[in-house]
Every structure is written in C-alpha cells, then in structure tokens.
C-alpha cells in the first residue's frame, strides 16, 4: 500500500511555482478539464511574473474532487501521454475547496470579496442555461425560474453569478472579470448574455446595472486541450511514476492552446507564460477548433460507437470514418469559416489528425458522444444552413446527426450496442418523451428534430431532415459503414 500524496509524502518539484496563500481567482466546475488547463497556465504565469492568483476551486455537486484536493494539500498530478513517451508534473495552484450546491451563500460571498478579482468557469454547454432554439436564457425553464423564485439560494450558476454581482457591487468589491472556459461559439458574449439576461429578469439595487456594465468584463476565449476521464490505468501509472497515490490525477495530452480576448476588469495572470495568445482574433480561432477540432471529435465518436471502437483513436483509425471526416474538414466546416490571419488550415489539420490518433491517451469514443444534445448545437446548425441556403446537402453534418440519433435515442428494435450505451446524454427522458408513438423512423427523426435540440431554421428544414432520416435508416438496416458510404458517394 503506497501512501497518499500530500506535502507530507511528496517533496519533489511542483509545476510552474506554488501559488501563494490568497487566492486572486476562483474556478466554477474543477472537472478534469480546468485542472490540465487554466491551472497550468496560472501556475507557469505566477512562477514568471508572481502575483497573488492562486484558486478556488469550486465544485458544482459532487464533494469528490474538491475533497480529495483539500485531502492531499492541494496537490494533484497531470499525466501527459503521446506517441513520444510519458510525463509527470505536480500542481500546487489551488488553495481553497467550495462546494455550490452546499455552500450557495459562502460561494456568492467569495465571488464578492474583493481578492477574487477574475471567475474562470467550465460548466459546460449545459451551465448555460441557454434556450436551444432561441439562444436567449431559458428563463421559463424549470431551473432559471426556480432560482428567479429563490435568489438567496440559486442552484444554477449563472443565478449564483448574478447573485454574487449584486453582492459585489453591494460590498463595493470593485470590478470582476468572468472568463468562460467552455466550447461555446463566442464563449464570453454567451456568459454575458445569459448573465445579464437573468439580471434583467431580478431585482437589482439602484445603480446596479452601470455598475455593471463598466465593471464586469466577459472576454471570449478558445480553450483547448484533449483530457479525458480519470481511470484505474492512471491512477496505477502516476503511482508507479511518483511512490505516491494520487487520488485525484487527470490524463492529458501533450497539446494544450488558449487564445483569449485581453479584456480584463482587474488585471490577470500572466498567462503568455504559459503559452496563452492574447488576440482580437478570438471568434475566430473558436471557431476554428469548435468546427475542425470538436465537431469533427462528435462524429469520430457516433461513427466509432456504431462501429465498436471503444477509443476516438481507435474509430480514427477505421478509413470510412478518416474518410468521411476530411469531407467534413475540407468541404463543410473549412468553408464556413473566416479564418484568423495568418493561420495555416492544412498545418493545424495534419495537427489534428496526429491528436485524434493519440493511443496512448486513448481518449474514451463515449465521453466525446456524451452530452451530444448540447454539444450538437455548437458544432451543427449554422455551418449546414450555410451550405442549405447555397442549395448544397452537407452530407458529414446530417450524418453526425444521424449517429447521434442512432447512439443516445434510437429508433424501437435498433440497439447500438455497449459503447453508445455509455455515453451520457442528459436529454435521454426528453428525447424518449417526444419519440414516444413515433411509428416509423422518418418520424421518430422528425420529432427529435423539432424537440427544442436545435434552432427552427434547420429542425425544419425538410430536405436536411429527410437526409437524416435516410442516414438513420442505413444504419439500421446495412450498418454504420453503409451509412458513412452513402454519405460520402452523395
Ligand atoms: C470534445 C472535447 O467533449 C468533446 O466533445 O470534443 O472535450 C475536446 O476534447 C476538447 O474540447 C479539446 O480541447
């Protein structure tokens, strides 16, 4: 039995620097991803140029990570994994553990205090509250308007952000930077919309809102790093790497890029340390990864879910699916874009065809299919009604929707199998809901389609609807290479 990592048992090098005792910054969602993420550019940042930008970490529910981090001093281990070999780094960057679901009011009064000077968050697609097919806050849904209904302990965290703004203009806590870490197309205009839009639909004290119009900054960004889930494999080899068990590494490749709007209320970190490129070209540059890099991601994992690929490299391996892949790249999702100047498409592609190809991280096919009703939305919508308006079929795009359909809600009598089965797909009862007495696959899309998952322009749009429908039909009955063919010979 090897000990437990802790400041005790562990005395080698951290990465970066340890952050000093009062935190400056606060993350909402310590998932994996933060953690090989923003944590590592703050800690490389504060060992170039110091600053007072330590973390509070704050779970949304789950006492899990947060526990375990305040149990072991705060330190955690990244486990880089490529084809070029193995590494281990500590992090020392955390310094205090919140969980929101418990601790609503203290979270709000840390967000207040006027050390926090910037909230990352990464609360995923589904933190956003944002209405599917009218992209304004859902404030007739069921959690917006219960936490419209009980401000002083609101369960989302937009409500919870709101909440903490009127305290912080309250307390005169001064200016704030919230910087959204999530795979949104203009990550920081959506969190700025959706937190002003519950602003609108609350109380708020006199003189609040030019407060907060001149003091609160949403800068965009575009945050990317491939971290897959934790799994016995990792926690087996940092054991071996370090004589310590770590209960809490995280699994990461090589690669990592933040591209950030340098739009900050009261300073920051000195993230181009670490790495991080300050630009006015970020809409673009997300773009640029939410179409090649995460749409292209969402169908390696339907087709590698119909197929029996367990891993994404193990699906980017099949050639339909490599395939059907570079049409998407080339002829769907490269047009739609305005690259950012200077950017090199067939570089960062040959880029992304090595990282999709990674087996030693072996990123899960069913974590990327996860969450697909949300992430969906980013990756589908206006790059196939761009080529509809032009009269053109995209073909990668309607099968996408056709495997996702396939995987997480498929028609009576079709089973996907055990890789589709486990990826998670929060919409499930929905999509069952509105399937229900669909009677033949045409309407059983149809009904997915117009279920509030995508915006009205496509759900409607007959012609992409009936491709898809095809495409799921294929599948069915000739499989999911059939399906791919199919698309590709269109
Ligand atoms: C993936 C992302 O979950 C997904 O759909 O595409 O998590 C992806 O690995 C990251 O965005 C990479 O930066």
Redesign the pocket.
Known sequence: MTQALSKATYDGAVLGVSAPPTPGMLHLGIGN?HRAHAAVYTAKAMAAQGGDWGIVAVANRSRRVVDSLAGQGFLYSILELSSAGERVDVMDVHRETLVASEQTAELMARIASPEIKIVTMTISENGYCRNAVTGDLDVDGDLVSADLANPAAPRTSIGQLAGALIRRYQGDGGPLTILSCD?LVSAGHTAQKMVTQYLQATATPDGFHDWFEASVTFPNAM?????PGTTDATRARVRELLGVTDAIPVPAERFSMWVIEDKFAAGRPAWEEGGAIFSDEVEAYELV?LRL??GS??LIAYLGGLSGADTIPASFGQDFVRECVTELLNVEYLPSIDLPSGFDPQAYIAQLFDRWSNHALG?ATA??GSDGSL?LLQRVPDPALRLLNLGEMPQQLALMVAGWIACVAPPEGFDPGPIAAAMIEPAKEKLAAVTTGAGSVRAHVEKIMRGGFFPEALATHDEFVGRVAELVEIIITHGVRDAARTALDA
């Not at 945050?223 to 971290?227: E, G, K, L």
């Open positions: 991803f795979n945050v990317d790093r491939i971290v990864k890099l995460n991601h969402s990123d974590r990327v992430k």
